[in-house]
């Protein structure tokens, strides 16, 4: 069964270095999202792609965070000087939506630790 | 906008005792809805979903019916086992834009034997 795959599972980093989590969508998706999710809390969006261009973000991605797709098959998250409030779960989503809301298949996750 | 509700946990209940959890949510539009459950150190799995109003979602178990005129998705199983302690996330699916999923705060489950 295709799935959506996230590297690295578990990332530790130093406050203001730069750190990119990858993601491998299922190959027929169109369309990408970012969430994160800090322990025990909610679920929240960060962004979407579509088309080569973020088509939605939320009020968490500010300048310090960029995505991109470089190579038809990875899905990045970039963050430039990371915060320890940055410290959370990442999950990538896919889905082929098809014209209409269709379901988000999740990765496992990145965890993200920043001291 | 779009938001969910979800009841408050921890929920600790007994194996084989009834569950509900509450979910309501707020939308324009006819949104679908989802159940995604979280067991410890994992991602998010799909538990079941409902696309229209009055469908019903099923799965292992667990079940949940779209009620538009209660605005609500409540999950609900008959007999919880252990192996059902996980953290549960009722969502929708944005009606418009890139159709995000939105989740409600989660709720956690403990099942003991």
């Known amino acids: 069964e295709p799935e959506v795959t996230q590297t690295p599972s578990h990332q530790v980093t130093q406050m203001g270095q730069e750190v990119i989590l990858r993601c491998v969508p299922i190959s027929n998706h169109l369309y990408f999202y970012w969430y994160r999710q800090i322990l025990g809390q909610k679920v929240e969006f960060l962004v979407s792609?579509?088309?080569?261009?973020?088509?939605?973000k939320s009020e968490i991605f500010d300048d310090q965070f960029s995505v991109e797709r470089p190579d038809g098959s990875n899905f990045t998250l970039k963050i430039r000087s990371t915060k320890l409030e940055d410290s959370a779960m990442y999950f990538c989503a896919s889905s082929d939506r098809n014209g209409g809301p269709g379901e988000l298949f999740f990765g496992e996750g990145s965890r993200l630790t920043v001291l | 906008g779009d938001s969910v509700t979800q009841m408050e946990g921890p929920v600790t209940l007994s194996e084989e005792a009834f569950l509900t959890i509450n979910c309501t949510y707020t939308a324009t539009g006819y949104p679908s809805l989802f159940w995604y459950v979280q067991y410890p150190g994992e991602g998010l799995q799909l538990l079941l979903k409902a696309t229209k109003a009055d469908d019903k979602g099923s799965n292992k178990g667990f079940e949940a019916t779209y009620r538009k005129e209660t605005t609500s998705f409540h999950l609900e199983k008959g007999s919880v086992q252990v192996s059902d302690s996980a953290v549960y996330f009722c969502a929708l699916s944005a009606t418009s834009g890139t159709y995000k999923y939105i989740f409600g705060t989660g709720t956690r489950l403990k099942v003991l034997a």
């Open positions: 792609f579509y088309n080569n261009e973020i088509s939605e």
